[in-house]
């Protein structure tokens, strides 16, 4: 077992110019989402929630939080990006630095101008070195003309020099993903013809002008850091021995730190690396500048592990470690690692379904509800029930056992009632997708919860309304799941084809031909996620949704690599088409628009991933025969990990 002294790396200090960091664990930056737009010329305000985001990860013992900004009010990529010169932000700015100082944490300031990036959609006036767009995205550019880089270029140095003066303790500018910076010292996109263009040495002038005036404003001893985009990732962009090339450039402008980071916009899928990017990709190239360059240097890159940690440090691959996700999803993840409770700490599984999401509104975690919501579930807001309560819970999916650490936690006595012979439900079958294997950390953490906390679990025991009344809990929670609905189709008793529902396919894989149709009519992992499953049992998949693509609310940087997969794997994907009647040996479709017909020959298979209806019997039963009675999870509604086990813990909190 790992102990706090095999962690001589991770948890010993580290010193930079007059800053001393407590331990190596660094919260990286990102767009939260927690700031308040009041409209025009009133957004990117630094809001309580924000500051309680930040505060959360230093009680969780980070050695630094980074908190990105945005310099510039007319080039936000966003109306909820923190603006870093805005003056109603002085007393939540203050409040922050001092707040993470009670715990020992050093606050960083990452500025940004938003350039040729966006999440807005119509953007705010986009600018960069030279007029064109990102290939990800089809809004121009305005061609920065010299004053307006001066003005940016102020933008910069009063943000800095404001936020040293608020008690902040360290500034860091983004040559990274996104921004305006990047752009300049990118030959693709900076084809200016004037100083500012047309060399390595040209490309690098404007950034290296900002830094200068930076360090003119706050002086020797403040630390100026790069998150640097190392390796674009992109068929246009410059790769990994540019990426050196401007680290050396960068610390000979006199910077203190390089924090590293990869991809673009255009590489979406590399900036915030999801599952299929294997845990450290990146630490060759935080190890590529430990060799270039002789300044500090922070590894990312799906690191969410301190045994991992400890190994990237000791083999002197980086001097720290950036963690963004981990420490959304346990900020506790320092302090346990110092207290010997490797066990405990929950990891980051990179689906990215909370922290990016496809909606992007707001920073939130699949298994941590008090991501954006610390003021309410964050660390110490858990208080002990007033009456201790005896409660039987029935299940044991994510549901059933997160209501059953709560509870337990405060100090209710649980039990927990399962059919099957192992936990984990639904999660157990999702799990067992290419790419998805990491989805058994969900029910892996909440069962050590349990096992910690003496909870029993009753295995292979089926629940019905007897042994309810045998038991006589004073609570009953019932989170039994649902099941898959099969529509009723046209000539579906006569089909010469196997038809089956997704989660019967997956629990009986002998059942998978060799030509496979898979009808998404859900838009998540069960119809894309199958198909990728069918193809790595080497069938033929053909791909049918109503939708205009396959998997249309999955996360964006994992929807293009499974649809990658997909296509390079030879799947046949017909969008916007239903499956409409069986015709024997043939599977008859249906356009959505235009309803006009489209026969399918050869499956032998046909997999339907489509809505589900909730196992609520035995709550029905006890409703209103019992004091308290509740469901949880897919027993109130076939939803996702993310609604299942948030809504579980504020039953938990209220029982």
Known sequence: MQTRNDFKHLLSPFTMGKVTFKNRFVFLPHHTGYAIDEGYLE????????????????????????????????????????????????????????????????????????????????????????????????????????????????????SAAWQKELGWDAVELKIAHDGLLRTFVSPFFNRREDEYGGSFENRMRYPLEVIAGIREAVGPDYPIGIRLCVDEFTWYGYSLEYGMKIAKALEEGGVDYLSTDAGTFSSWYMQIPPSPLPLGWAVYESAELKKNVDIPITAFGRINDPVQAETILAEGNADLIGMCRQLLCDPETPNKTME????????????????????????????????????????????????????????????????????????????????????????????????????????????????????????????????????????????????????????????????????????????????????????????????????????????????????????????????????????????????????????VLENVYNHEEMRLAGMDTVLIAGQSRSENALYKAFKGKRPEVYSAGDCVAPRAIEQAILEAEVLARRI
């Open 340 to 587: 010997d409770r490797l066990d405990d700490i929950r990891h980051c599984i990179g689906c990215n379904e909370g922290c990016v999401g496809v909606d992007g509104i707001y920073v939130e975690c699949i298994q941590n509800p008090a991501v954006s919501r610390e003021k309410h579930f964050g660390i110490d807001t858990l208080d002990t029930a007033e009456v201790k309560k005896k409660i039987m819970v029935v299940g044991a999916g994510v549901a059933g056992l997160k209501v059953a650490e709560i509870a337990a936690k405060r100090g209710h006595n649980v039990q927990v009632y399962e059919k099957d012979g192992v936990a984990g439900g639904q999660v157990r079958l999702a799990e067992k997708l290419p790419y998805r294997n990491e989805l058994e950390e969900v029910y892996r953490y909440l069962r050590i919860q349990l096992q910690e906390l003496g909870v029993a679990v009753h295995y292979d025991t089926e629940v019905d309304e007897a042994l309810v009344e045998q038991l006589s809990p004073e609570v009953l929670v019932v989170a039994t799941g649902s099941t898959p609905l099969m529509p009723e189709f046209e000539g579906l008793e006569t089909a010469k084809m196997a038809v089956m529902d997704v989660h019967e396919a997956l629990r009986n894989v002998e059942k998978i031909g060799n030509n496979v149709l898979v009808y998404d009519d859900i838009g998540f992992w069960q119809g894309g996620g199958v198909a990728d499953y069918c193809q790595a049992l080497g069938a033929q998949v053909t791909v049918v949704t109503p939708s205009a693509s396959v998997g249309v609310d999955i996360e964006s940087g994992q929807l293009y690599l499974l649809n990658k997969r997909l296509y390079e794997n030879g799947a046949d994907i017909i969008a916007n088409h239903a499956i409409l009647r069986f015709e024997g040996a043939d599977v």
């Open 43 to 158: 957004n990117g305000l630094f809001s309580d929630r924000n500051v309680r985001h930040y505060v959360e990860r230093a009680k969780g013992g980070a050695a630094a939080v980074t908190v990105s900004q945005n310099v510039d009010p007319n080039s936000q990529m966003s109306f909820k990006y923190v603006l870093g010169f805005e003056p109603r932000n002085k007393d939540n700015f203050k409040r922050l630095a001092d707040e993470v100082h009670e715990y020992g944490c050093k606050a960083i300031t990452q500025l940004n101008q938003g350039g040729h990036t966006t999440l807005l959609n119509p953007p705010q006036l986009l600018v960069a070195p030279t007029q064109m767009n990102e290939p990800y995205c089809h809004f121009n550019t305005k061609e920065l003309e010299k004053e307006d880089m001066e003005l940016i270029k102020e933008y910069y140095i009063n």
